[in-house]
Every structure is written in structure tokens, then in C-alpha cells.
């Protein structure tokens, strides 16, 4: 009784989607608790006295006797799918039975309810049901009911075998899961509904043979044989309850939750611990009839004691949870390692927090962290667990595209196409999806439960934050020290030309001039004036020019058509051009820090080819092709059929212009992606978001 009201209490009150379904199985499992209070008040007034007492519960008692069958019968249709597809193969199958015991079970009510054959124990008792609806000396509920009952638990049982299509995720696993559960709790009523039958059969033969006058008579003369079926039935109830909140707790089978959680379990087997110990203390007093109030007292002390070893194992459990998050929620010191540049320190920590909360916490077979999206090119490569695994995968972008919303917890995917991982769980960011987490099956063969899988997202969130973060600032202190060491050289330089050179030649000039006019001197004064000016022109030439008047001015397009048909004239044997027009609309709009920003990554992206892609050896032409447009996002699309890129990071002085400037495109939301064949061609990629 406690285990099935705790149940149907925790459905009712803890299902994610509140369906007419999960509310049928809660007060479905209220009424088997029902059903025992009615038992057990029943056994204790006794069936051999008539009382208005035992008048009532017997009355009660009929209610989910009658309506169970029907309910559990409904219940797996629900569960199976049977209302999602009314043109499925189960639907077809089990249309015309559901309405069937449909009907025979409102017509029992009815007897029960209107016509009223059993209207009392004492009619009952004395095998009188004084009805139109009777057999003889016996109502036809007796005769009607083993017969309905017997159909919901086999039809029951067709449903759990050959199910319908389901729309909840996880569905088909779930009920691959549970099936062995839900079936022995159809079995096992089967067997209690034959059972009564049984009894019912022997209360008709012995009635038949005349050896039975009154009910209370055959319960005395067969006491041993009713306790017996009376103890094999309760018995079976009380596994078939087992079995079902098992199902319950462990695969979320009637609760709507996508994937079961660990702390609903440690809750339901608490609660068996509990009904356990309070029914065997009230069992043994009530056998060694001790007095009622020692009994109320034991009771009362039971649960108090209960109650303080579930406050301490909560406490116990929530330090334990907390150890387990330490090293997720305290480590700050790979942010500071990775922000040491050549260090390889911060990248080992990561991937020994990786392992951890695979090893420890998720207990999985085989795990793999992909950044994708914007944080890809500064978080770094996938780690993975067993270290050293091939991270090599395809299909990624699609299988991301999969998950529509943040909410959305876990996917399983096809065995054998990710490596060994089952599951793929989205991981987010401010921006949106930052990358993938891929789980193989676990060690012990279970499911992951809901926190588990709320753990590994967050830690796998923040893991890859921390390492872009920690890429982010090695990146923006290795450019902060390049324009430090810039300007140093530059005004080391500035202040050795004026000082050693410009001042003392405007000095001498000075001299000069003011001693002779209209000398020889004065023309060499000029002379010496002509070509300080002329050093001074040089420097301000060797100085960068700033990009943002020609973006204000000419647009984004018309900067980057400057920068070729000027300034690079003759680097490159032909440009090709394919611009959109609304694509280059939507660049002019851009704001001014993005757009300098996106210029800059543009033009280094230009300068690169320029410099590195011709092949001196075969002399061949260098053609550069540029793309602009706009479909799902902004993009240009810098390609050239030149020598290509080998290896990425094969010198110090190697791809540190195109990896500040991915650095910066990500500071504003955009992306810089590279793709290279060797001796074929080089394609550079600059995508910002249209909400930029």
C-alpha cells in the first residue's frame, strides 16, 4: 500500500509533461493503494461477523477491483503508442478489443453501481444477491469478472509485445528497457487474475454441491486454503509493484522524462527500505497481539528513526556530489596555465578533467569533447576519453543541426558511426552551439541518468569555454605584446632619426643660414631642409595608413577592389570578382569596430596569398577569386590556385597573422576558417552573423 501510494503520488507530482496518460497511471497506482487499505481493513473486522464497518470497505474494495484491469490494460495501450498513429498495426490490432473491455467494464460498474447484486456483505454473506442480474445463487459479476479481467492483462501483454510508433525521445530505448519489466507485471497480474478465478470456481462448486449455505461457513471451514490464495495473491501484487516502480524509476516509463534520474531511484528504494520495516514491525505485533498503543509507539519510533538516516544519507550524498564536482567548478589554474604561451601544462589538465568526469562521475566506455562552431578555433582539438583515440569525424555540422533548442537533451545515434559513442549531447554557449559531447554506452550496461547527463553538458560547457577563454587571452597578450614590441621599435626608431639625424641637420642649417643668407650656405641649408623633409616623408609613408576613412567612404567591397587594383596591383596574374548585391548592402551596414575588424582579417588574408602562394620554381600564374554573399550568414570567400598550405604551423613565423585575426573575427561573433590541398589551391572563409 505505501509502496504504490508513493508512486502514484511521486507521478502525479513530478511527471515532465502532465498527460492524460501519466495522470491515469497515478491514480491508477492510488487505487491499488486503495485496494489494500480496503483488504486490510477488511481482514481486521473480520469476515465472519457482519459490521457496518466492514460493510463499507467491502463496497469500497469493488471500485479497484473492478476498475484495475481496465486501467493497467489502458495504461500500456497509452504507453505503446496505440493513440499515436491510428493507422498503425496496433491500433488496427487492439481497436476493437479496447472497446470491447471497454464496455464489459462499464457494465460490471453498472452492475455494481446501479443494479447493485452485491449492495452489501451481508447479501454476500448469505449468498443471496437478489438481483435480475443473477446466476442462480450467484450474481454475474462473479462469472463476468475473472473473464474481463483475464482479457485486459493478455491484451495488456499483446500491446507490450508488438508496440506502436512513440513520439517521446528515447522512446524505442526506453521501452526496449522496461519491456522485461512492464511484461513480468502483466504476468504476474494474469496469475492473480486466475487465481480468483479459482477461488470463484471453488465458491461455485461448493455451493453447487450444497455443502455451502453462508460465505462466513466456507471461510471457517476453509481457512487454510483461502489464507493461502489470500497470501499468494498480496504476494504477487507486492512483487508486481516491485517490478513496476523499478520500471518506474529506472526508465521514466509513465513520468514523461527523457531520461531517468538517479535521485528519483535512491528515493524509490528508501521507500521500499521503509514499507519494508514498517510492515514487518506491525506484521510481528500484530502476531504476538501486542496492545495497539506499544504498536502506535514502535511505529512512530520507526519512522523517526527512519527519517534520521534519510537526513544523513542526504547529507552524506551531497558532499560526495560536491567532491565529485570539485575539480568542474574549481579550476581556475588552467585558465592561468594556457594563458603561458608554449606551455602544454594547461591542455594536459584539461584532458585529466575530461577523464575524470568520464571515468568517475559518467562512467562510460568511450567519450569525445568536439568544439565546433565559433569557440572551435580557440578551444583546440576534440579531446577524448580513453586518451588517444581517433578524433576524426564526419557528419558533425548535421548531426548538431539535429538539436533545434538549448533544451534539448541527448540523442542516441547509430552503433558504429561515431567511434563507439551512443549519445550525443548539444553543447551551448551565449552565441549557440559550441560544440558536441559524444557517449559511448556505459560500463555497467545502464542508462545515464538525467543528472548525469545535465553534469557532463555543464562541465563539458564550461571546459570548452575555459579553454577558449584561456586561447582568447594567450592570443590577445601574444598581439598586445606585438603592438608593444611595434611601438617600441617604431618610437625607438622615430626618436634616433630626430635625434641623431634630423635635429643636428636642421642645427647646421640654422647656422648656416644665419651667417649667410645670401651665401653658398643658404643653398646648401635649403639643400640639408629638402632632404630632412624627405627622411621625415619616407617615415610617415613607412607608417600604416588607417583603414577606416576608405571603409567609410567606399564600403567594405569598394576597399578591398582599392587594396587590389592600388596598392596590389601586379601581385596577383587575375582577381576575379562575385559580389551580391544585397550581401554588399548588408557589409556597408555593418558597425565600425566589425567592420574594421573583418577589413583587417580580409586584407591579411590577401597579403598572405600574395606573399606565399606563387610558385617561383614553375612560374605559374596566380589567380585570386573573391566571393561575397549572403545567404545564411555574411560571407567572403578568399580563394587562390596557388602552392597551397602543408602544414599549417610548420615555422614560428607561420599562420600567426591569419590566427590573431580568426582571434578577433570571434571577439565579434564571426568565424575564419582555412582550407587547403598542397599545390592546388588555398580557400580562407570570413562569416559574420546577419544579427551583427
Excluded at 493503494?33 to 459490521?51: C, E, K, N, P, R
Excluded at 462499464?106 to 454476500?124: K, R, T
Excluded at 497481539?289 to 544519507?313: D, K
Amino acid at each position: 500500500m505505501m509502496l504504490m501510494a508513493w508512486l502514484g503520488l511521486t507521478i502525479l507530482l513530478n511527471a515532465e509533461r502532465r498527460s492524460w496518460g501519466t495522470r491515469l497511471a497515478g491514480i491508477g497506482l492510488l487505487m491499488g493503494a486503495l485496494f489494500f487499505v480496503a483488504h486490510t481493513a477488511i481482514l481486521g473486522f473480520g469476515l465472519d461477523l457482519v459490521s457496518r464497518g466492514l460493510a463499507f470497505w467491502w463496497q469500497i474494495g469493488w471500485i479497484p477491483v473492478v476498475g484495475l484491469p481496465w486501467v493497467w490494460y489502458t495504461l500500456l495501450l497509452w504507453y505503446a503508442g496505440y493513440w499515436d498513429d491510428p493507422q498503425a498495426s496496433l491500433h488496427r490490432r487492439q481497436r476493437l478489443w479496447f472497446i470491447s473491455v471497454t464496455l464489459l467494464g462499464i457494465g460490471l460498474f453498472a452492475i455494481l453501481l446501479v443494479v447493485s447484486p452485491l449492495e452489501n456483505y451481508e447479501q454476500a454473506a448469505l449468498l443471496n444477491p437478489g438481483g435480475a442480474l443473477s446466476l442462480g445463487q450467484f450474481p454475474k459479476i462473479v462469472i463476468l469478472y475473472p473473464i474481463y479481467s483475464f482479457l485486459c492483462m493478455v491484451l495488456a501483454i499483446d500491446a507490450l509485445r508488438k508496440p506502436g510508433p512513440t513520439r517521446r525521445a528515447f522512446g524505442e530505448l526506453a521501452r526496449e528497457r522496461a519491456r522485461p519489466w512492464l511484461l513480468g507485471v502483466s504476468i504476474i497480474f494474469l496469475i492473480v487474475s486466475l487465481l480468483v478465478a479459482a477461488i470463484l470456481g471453488l465458491v461455485v462448486i461448493w455451493v453447487s454441491l450444497g455443502s455451502l449455505r453462508q460465505l462466513p461457513d466456507f471461510l471457517r471451514q476453509q481457512a487454510l486454503i483461502i489464507s493461502l490464495f489470500d497470501l499468494a495473491i498480496a504476494s504477487l501484487i507486492g512483487l508486481a509493484v516491485l517490478l513496476l516502480g523499478e520500471a518506474v524509476v529506472a526508465y521514466e516509463v509513465f513520468t514523461g522524462q527523457a531520461l531517468p534520474r538517479h535521485g528519483f531511484l535512491r528515493q524509490w528504494r528508501r521507500a521500499i527500505l521503509l514499507a519494508a520495516g514498517f510492515g514487518g514491525v506491525v506484521s510481528f505485533f500484530l502476531l504476538i497481539n501486542f496492545r495497539e498503543i506499544y504498536t502506535i509507539l514502535f511505529s512512530a519510533l520507526l519512522i523517526t528513526a527512519f527519517y534520521a538516516l534519510l537526513s544523513w544519507r542526504s547529507y552524506t550524498e551531497r558532499q560526495r556530489f560536491i567532491d565529485d564536482l570539485r575539480p568542474f567548478v574549481s579550476n581556475q589554474s588552467l585558465f592561468e596555465s594556457l594563458l603561458a604561451p608554449g606551455e602544454l601544462e594547461g591542455k594536459q589538465r584539461a584532458e585529466t578533467i575530461f577523464n575524470a568526469l568520464c571515468r568517475d562521475v559518467l562512467n562510460a566506455r568511450v567519450a569525445y569533447l568536439i568544439p565546433l562552431g565559433a569557440s572551435a578555433p580557440l578551444a583546440g582539438p576534440p579531446l577524448s576519453f580513453p586518451s588517444g583515440q581517433s578524433t576524426d569525424f564526419s557528419g558533425l555540422p548535421e548531426l548538431m543541426r539535429q538539436f533545434t533548442t538549448a533544451a534539448a537533451v541527448a540523442l542516441p545515434i547509430p552503433p558504429g558511426t561515431h567511434r563507439g559513442a551512443a549519445w550525443a549531447v548539444p553543447l551551448w554557449n551565449a552565441r549557440g552551439p559550441s560544440g558536441l559531447l559524444l557517449l559511448g554506452d556505459k560500463r555497467d550496461g545502464g542508462l545515464y541518468t538525467q543528472e548525469e547527463i545535465e553534469i557532463a553538458q555543464t562541465s563539458s560547457e564550461r571546459l570548452i569555454d575555459t579553454l577558449a577563454t584561456a586561447e582568447f587571452g594567450q592570443r590577445l597578450m601574444l598581439l598586445q605584446r606585438q603592438r608593444i614590441t611595434e611601438t617600441q621599435i617604431l618610437d625607438q626608431q622615430t626618436r634616433r632619426i630626430l635625434h641623431d639625424e634630423i635635429l643636428p641637420d636642421l642645427h647646421t642649417a640654422l647656422l648656416k643660414l644665419s651667417s649667410d643668407r645670401e651665401s653658398t650656405g643658404a643653398r646648401e641649408a635649403i639643400e640639408l631642409l629638402s632632404s630632412s623633409h624627405g627622411r621625415i616623408s619616407e617615415l610617415l609613408r613607412e607608417m600604416p595608413a588607417a583603414a577606416q576613412p576608405q571603409l567609410k567612404k567606399q564600403g567594405m567591397v569598394g576597399a578591398l577592389r582599392h587594396l587590389l587594383e592600388i596598392e596590389m596591383a601586379n601581385a596577383f596574374d587575375s582577381v576575379h570578382w562575385q559580389v551580391e548585391s544585397d550581401a554588399e548592402l548588408s557589409l556597408s551596414l555593418l558597425p565600425s569596430t566589425t567592420a574594421e575588424v573583418v577589413y583587417y582579417a580580409a586584407r591579411e588574408v590577401v597579403r598572405n596569398a600574395a606573399r606565399h602562394a606563387r610558385n617561383d620554381a614553375t612560374r605559374t600564374p596566380l589567380n585570386l577569386s573573391i566571393r561575397v554573399h549572403g545567404k545564411e550568414n555574411l560571407e567572403i570567400i578568399v580563394d587562390d590556385d596557388g602552392v597551397g598550405i602543408s602544414e599549417p604551423d610548420s615555422g614560428p613565423d607561420t599562420g600567426h597573422g591569419l590566427a590573431l585575426h580568426s582571434t578577433l573575427m570571434a571577439v565579434i561573433g564571426g568565424e575564419l576558417s582555412l582550407e587547403s590541398e598542397p599545390g592546388k589551391f588555398t580557400r580562407v572563409r570570413l562569416s559574420i552573423p546577419r544579427e551583427t
